[in-house]
């Protein structure tokens, strides 16, 4: 490879910073430039809802500073959105009309948040999803008035920023259109624990199989009114239904997209020297093979890696994504990963429950390999999710300790080592 | 070429005297479910294995933390090679937890991830070990190689403690 190749990345968060720090640990010397749309240094969309409890301050959410930059000889062009890209002749077009050649090229923009179609344009300011630091001062703004405030989606982020603020004086009341909540990361037993624990705040009501016909601005607060016909009015409307790929920009430049961008097993996009990593992306299913956009800051890391190592390239293939997340709420860790529910016939089910202690178990099992697996508990209880982690993402044979599995008993259960 | 912890299998007698040294350094108790090392039991195999954080070459869990509370330290002088968690820096989101295969970053007290450190250069838990079964010293690459390619091969079993 040439020493002058220009690599230009678009995006400056998991997905790019990875990328960055692949391509120095590789020794290449190559310039590398990085536009980002926002203005400041990279912070973590992961801690927002830490600095919406108060547990972290603004600064703190940062990931890099200036000399993250310096060290690793990357020129910064912040502030400056991406509008287009230009495939024939190499260039990436800024909203400031300058233009950005490449050699090669990363976009890794991410995702926003899934808005509601039927907003009356005048409601902007008392609604928020949660992506920017922006979106989290909003939503501390209008849940500290002390007024109502309903949340759209019972999904985990929803439930992460009531959570983090529950207790800061808001009344809550969260709508989904589907009777379970968190239907995208659980089955519904476990779905049933998790809501249980949260109904006994008192701050927080559930409206489930309810959807929204209406949102409009009314004095000084929303409007919300509901296909069932009932009326809410609140301080804010905090919106939590999922994520769309920041794909818009691309429309116009021959990229082939689908609900994201669409990559090879290289995360090559079908122009030979553009590479999509992270939210932005469509990448296989590690699981079921399918392509999707599964956003999460593990697989963005990891993609970023593989995309760089491409853009040097070493032919690396992708494995694929991996669904999954850990988080706490409400005193419960919640660790997900892969299926949660079962897939065909032939697939097999462990559970072990304990509502009482709020403990869960769950595995998903497919002629000894594990499909999946819902871990619920606290502390120590959901320690073993990085080595489960590990056995579904490399379709490990269980076969060995798949009674151990079973078996396990609540509480006692580890994982040994032994060769 | 930097230290590492080893175990030796023949000699662990599973006294768990590191576990409670590691929790009182660390933790300031005497408690087992706070130690960074744990010994485990296999009954059937008639062997104790003392687990701990690997300090990985490539650390999942550095690579993951979108806080950057997790860094890898070199002492040169002492021949350490750390992979840390700053319990400042860290916010307790998991991250760390769901990342790393062999399941040694835990979650001890609310509110951050919690791993050996190697006791900065001086581990705890080897100076505690009475049959020398626990060692930090330097090792061959193919000896490293030997000791990932175990832990990776592993066999995984849960059993009651
Ligand atoms: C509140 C919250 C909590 C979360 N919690 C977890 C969790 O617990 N675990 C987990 O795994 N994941 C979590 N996530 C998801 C995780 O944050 C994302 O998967 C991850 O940030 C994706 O990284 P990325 O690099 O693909 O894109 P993003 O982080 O979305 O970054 C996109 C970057 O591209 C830039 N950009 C966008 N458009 C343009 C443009 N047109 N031109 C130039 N630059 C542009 C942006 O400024 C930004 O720098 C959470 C997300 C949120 C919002």
Redesign the interface.
């Known amino acids: 490879m040439s020493k002058s190749k220009r690599l230009v990345i678009i995006g400056n968060s998991?997905a790019g910073l990875?990328a960055v720090k692949t391509i120095r640990e590789k020794g290449c010397s190559c310039p590398v430039t990085m536009v980002s749309a926002e203005e400041c240094n990279a912070y973590?969309p992961?801690?927002l809802t830490?600095y919406l409890a108060g547990?972290?301050q603004r600064e703190?959410m940062f990931?890099?500073n200036e000399k993250f930059y310096q060290d690793y000889g990357v020129k910064t062009i912040f502030g400056k959105r991406a509008v287009g890209i230009d495939v024939s002749r190499q260039v990436v077009q800024l909203e400031d009309s300058r233009e950005i050649e490449y050699d090669s090229l990363l976009i890794a923009t991410g995702s926003s948040p899934r808005m509601p179609g039927n907003i009356d344009d005048k409601a902007g300011e008392y609604i928020a999803g949660l992506r920017s630091i922006e979106d989290a001062d909003r939503i501390i703004k209008f849940c500290t008035t002390g007024k109502e405030v309903i949340v759209i989606g019972a999904g985990l982020i929803s439930l992460q920023i009531i959570s983090a603020l529950a207790g800061k004086g808001a009344k809550f009341t969260v709508i989904d259109i589907l009777a379970q909540i968190l239907s995208q990361n659980m089955d519904s037993d476990c779905a049933a624990i998790v809501e249980r624990r949260i109904r006994e705040e008192k701050q927080v009501k559930f409206l489930l199989g309810e959807s929204i016909n209406k949102i409009q601005r009314k004095n000084g607060g929303i409007f919300v009114a509901l296909d069932s016909g009932k009326e809410l009015t609140a301080g804010g409307v905090i919106v939590g239904i999922g994520v769309v790929p920041n794909i818009n920009w691309l429309k116009d430049s021959s990229i082939l997209l689908n609900k994201g961008i669409l990559v090879d097993d290289h995360l090559r996009t079908n122009f030979e020297e553009i590479y999509a990593a992270g939210d932005v992306c469509e990448s296989k299913n590690i699981i079921t093979k399918n392509p999707g956009v599964i956003p999460n800051?593990?697989n963005a890391?990891e993609q970023g890696?593989i995309a760089a190592l491409n853009m040097l390239g070493y032919k690396e293939k992708y494995a694929g994504a991996l669904n999954?997340?850990?988080?706490?709420i409400f005193g419960l860790?919640i660790?997900t990963?892969g299926l949660s529910k079962l897939p065909d016939e032939v697939s097999e089910e462990l559970k072990i429950v304990d509502p009482a202690r709020g403990i869960f178990r769950k595995f998903i099992i497919r002629e000894d390999k594990l499909l999946g697996a819902t871990l619920m508990g606290t502390?120590?209880d959901?320690?073993?999710?990085?080595?489960i982690?590990?056995?579904v993402e490399n379709s490990r044979d269980?076969s060995?300790?798949k009674d151990?599995?079973a078996?396990?008993?609540l509480n006692?259960?580890?994982?040994?080592?032994?060769? | 070429m930097y230290k590492i912890l080893s175990a030796d299998l023949e000699k662990c007698t599973g006294c768990r005297t590191c576990e409670l040294v590691c929790s009182m350094k660390h933790h300031d108790e005497y408690n087992p479910?706070k130690s960074r090392i744990?010994v485990?039991n296999?009954v059937e195999?008639g062997?104790f294995?003392p687990?701990v954080c690997l300090h990985c070459n490539e650390a999942?869990c550095e690579?993951?933390c979108?806080?950057?509370a997790i860094t890898v330290n070199y002492d040169e002088k002492k021949g350490v090679r750390a992979v840390q968690i700053s319990k400042e820096?860290c916010?307790?989101?998991?991250?760390c937890?769901?990342?790393?295969?062999?399941?040694n970053?835990?979650?001890?007290e609310?509110?951050y991830s919690d791993k050996c450190d190697l006791c900065g250069g001086d581990p705890e838990c080897v100076k505690s070990c009475a049959k020398e079964a626990l060692k930090f010293k330097e090792v061959s690459a193919s000896y490293m190689q030997k000791i990932k390619s175990?832990?990776e091969?592993?066999?995984?079993?849960?059993?009651?403690?």
């Open positions: 998991a990875s973590s992961v801690l830490y547990k972290i703190s990931i890099t800051w593990y890391c890696r999954g997340n850990i988080t706490g860790i660790a990963v502390k120590n959901i320690e073993d999710i990085g080595i982690r590990n056995l269980i060995q300790f151990y599995l078996n396990f008993k006692t259960g580890r994982l040994y080592f032994f060769n | 479910q744990r485990y296999f195999q062997y294995v687990v999942y690579k993951v979108p806080a950057g820096k916010v307790g989101c998991k991250m937890i769901f990342a790393c295969p062999f399941g970053v835990r979650f001890i609310d509110g175990t832990a091969k592993i066999l995984a079993a849960y059993q009651q403690t």
